[in-house]
Structures are given as structure tokens and as C-alpha cells.
């Protein structure tokens, strides 16, 4: 069983959020994946306390190592994401909540791009204070098309860790 858990902030102000792309993201892998040997979870915490809505479920570290966790990342430009297993929070708030909640950083990880590009395709990272205003805002509606194209190579992504393991799934998609 693999639990997939989809970070954001609940509530409908936050919805279309840059922060909550990790639940709009699983929201299209519920919507069109395979959902067999899989538990989906829409933590109804704030970003930073999403480890509090793990801790019940993953009680081992066995179990750790088939959660999934899909949240935001300003350190890829928007259209893009990344697998990875046992890395740090990267100073990622929901992830440092999630790590501290369950006691381990091993488990997979699908960090999903979110910061903006400029016309040649570099990253255009917000830093200081226009991070929280960046990551709190609404994608744009030319954004939310990008976004739903990524979630959809997500979707085939969580679909081959899910029946062909991390390593391939990696191999495919990293």
C-alpha cells in the first residue's frame, strides 16, 4: 500500500494557491490514475502542520518509505517536478512538519515547480518577503494550463512508482 499525500492549505481562498499545487496535483491523480494499492490524502491542516495529519497513519518506518508526498517547490521553474527520496525539507515548512511528524526523511518526495521563468526558461525565484506573496497567490489562468499539463505527467509518474518501483520511476521521469 502506498499512502500519497497531496500538501496544500484547505479551504477554497487557498484552492488555486501556488502553495497547495501538491493538492491540485493529486487532486488530477485521483481523478485519472490507478488507485488500486493506494491511499490518497488531503491533509485538512495548514501547510505547516501537515505532519499532524500523518502522524495516526504512518506509524513505522516501513511505512514511511511508501508514503509519497507531492508539495510545491520554488526551486524548479513551474512545469516541471522532481522524484527524490530521503532528502532534506529544503527549508519547505510542510515537509519539515511532515519529517518532524513521522521521525525519518525517508520517503519519496514529488516536488512540483512553481516558480516563475523568464522568456529564455531560467528560473525567476522570488526571494525575501515576495516568497510568501508568491506562494500564497493564485496561479494565473495561463499558469493553472501549464500546471494541469505537469499533473498529468505526474499522475503517469505516481502510476509507475506505484507499479514499477522508485528506481524506474525515476529513471522515466527525473
Same mark, same amino acid.
Given at each position: 500500500?502506498?499512502?500519497?499525500? +497531496? ?9 488555486? %494557491?501556488?502553495?497547495?499545487? +501538491? ?38 518506518? &516501513? ?15 513551474? +512545469?516541471? !517536478?522532481?522524484? *527524490?527520496?530521503?532528502? %532534506?525539507?529544503?527549508?519547505?515548512? +510542510? ?6 511528524? $513521522?521521525?525519518? @526523511?525517508? !520517503? ?14 531560467? $528560473? &525567476?525565484?522570488? =526571494?525575501? @518577503? &515576495? ?16 500546471? @494541469?499539463?505537469? *499533473?498529468?505527467? $505526474? ?5 509507475? $512508482?506505484?507499479? =514499477?518501483?522508485? /528506481?524506474?520511476?525515476? /529513471?522515466?521521469?527525473?
Amino acid at each position: 500500500m502506498y499512502y500519497i499525500v +497531496g500538501l496544500g492549505n484547505p479551504g477554497e481562498e487557498y484552492k488555486l %494557491s501556488r502553495h497547495s499545487t +501538491g493538492r491540485l496535483a493529486l487532486a488530477d491523480f485521483v481523478k485519472n490514475g490507478e488507485k488500486k494499492k493506494v491511499k490518497v490524502i488531503f491533509p485538512e491542516t495548514f501547510m505547516n502542520d501537515s505532519g499532524k495529519a500523518l502522524r495516526p497513519i504512518i506509524k513505522s518506518k &516501513k511505512m514511511a518509505e511508501r508514503l509519497i508526498v507531492v508539495h510545491d517547490d520554488l526551486d524548479l521553474g513551474l +512545469g516541471k !517536478f522532481k522524484i *527524490s527520496f530521503g532528502s %532534506s525539507s529544503a527549508g519547505h515548512k +510542510g515537509v519539515e512538519s511532515v519529517i518532524k511528524n $513521522i521521525k525519518t @526523511k525517508d !520517503f519519496i518526495r514529488i516536488r512540483v515547480g512553481i516558480s516563475p521563468l523568464t522568456p529564455s526558461g531560467k $528560473i &525567476k525565484k522570488p =526571494e525575501g @518577503k &515576495k516568497v510568501v506573496e508568491h506562494i500564497l497567490n493564485n496561479f494565473k489562468p495561463k499558469e493553472l494550463e501549464i500546471l @494541469k499539463k505537469t *499533473s498529468k505527467k $505526474i499522475t503517469l509518474a505516481l502510476e509507475s $512508482i506505484i507499479g =514499477e518501483g522508485l /528506481s524506474k520511476a525515476m /529513471s522515466l521521469y527525473n
